[in-house]
């Protein structure tokens, strides 16, 4: 068993995937029963806005989806990391990832790169356990396994999820994102949805990965097809969000970032509708 395999990260069943969560925001989630603020984009290595969320909060955990392997240099990231770590032991999880070919000039074999990134954090002494890779296909789902916690796919389905579970093994931590539109109106939430799938319909290793997962060509380009929209954004009642939401735990899951596609002021009262249906406990 590997080092990660005996420390799986602990981050509760579900937790909240935004892009500029406040330590006010951070503060009210954790005590709505999520466990984790997954923080989105490419943050610049320094990770400066990781600290005042954890201060403002007591056992809320913190993790970065993703930091850009291309854009932060590893040494730079391993001293941010042992930075917060002394502060805030064993609770921010640094996810990491090799980002987009269509976004990066100086762009080599991903996979080799992803590797040297890794050997880098194990010289500069980022425990495996306490990081986790971005992975939709075969080859860095294996990877992730071997060299970090696991993996934290983004923009999949719960059928995704059970053939990564079958890929990484039962030790292996596994994280994927899913969007969310709190409405019952099926052509509100495609628009809204499709709005925040626009950019992915450019790169492509997700239009690759939804192919693999069964999506017709002409499904995963602009605006992408409602049976592709339905199947990676989850609306509905809240209910019926709570259980879309529930069946990647059934696939295998550890843990389910939520998206709420939302504005940033309404994100916390969405949150609260949910927190109820997926059972969890406030404080």
Do not use: C
């Not at 009642?237 to 504005?263: F, M, S, W, Y």
């Amino acid at each position: 068993m590997t080092d990660a395999a005996a420390s799986k990260p602990n981050l509760g069943r579900f937790g909240v995937f935004g892009r500029g969560v406040t330590p006010r925001q951070a503060k009210e989630i954790e005590s709505l029963g999520y466990g984790a603020v997954w923080v989105g984009g490419s943050p610049p290595a320094e990770l400066a806005w990781v600290e005042p969320i954890l201060e403002a909060t007591t056992t809320l955990q913190v993790a970065t989806g993703i930091v850009n392997i291309w854009t932060a240099p590893a040494k730079d990231v391993a001293e941010s990391f042992h930075r917060i770590d002394k502060a805030y032991p064993n609770r921010f999880l640094l996810g990491i990832g090799v980002g987009h070919r269509e976004m990066i000039t100086d762009y080599r074999k991903p996979y080799d790169a992803l590797v040297e990134y890794l050997d880098a954090l194990d010289e500069y002494g980022v425990p495996a356990h306490r990081r986790v890779a971005a992975a939709l296909g075969p080859r860095v789902l294996g990877l992730s396994a071997q060299r970090s916690a696991g993996a934290h796919p983004y923009l999949t389905t719960p059928e995704h999820t059970a053939h990564a579970r079958e890929l990484i093994g039962p030790s292996a931590f596994l994280a994927p994102e899913h969007k969310v539109v709190l409405t019952t109106d099926a052509e509100q939430a495609r628009a809204v949805g499709r709005q925040a799938l626009d950019i992915y319909f450019n790169l492509a290793n997700y239009r690759n990965n939804w192919k693999r997962s069964g999506f017709a060509d002409d499904e995963v380009v602009r605006p992408g097809s409602d049976r592709l929209v339905d199947a990676v954004v989850a609306y509905g009642t809240v209910d019926q969000i709570a259980a879309r939401l529930n069946e990647h735990l059934a696939a295998g899951a550890d843990h389910v970032p939520v998206q709420v596609l939302t504005k940033d002021e309404n994100l916390v009262s969405a949150l609260a509708e949910l927190a109820g249906p997926l059972g969890l406990n406030r404080s």
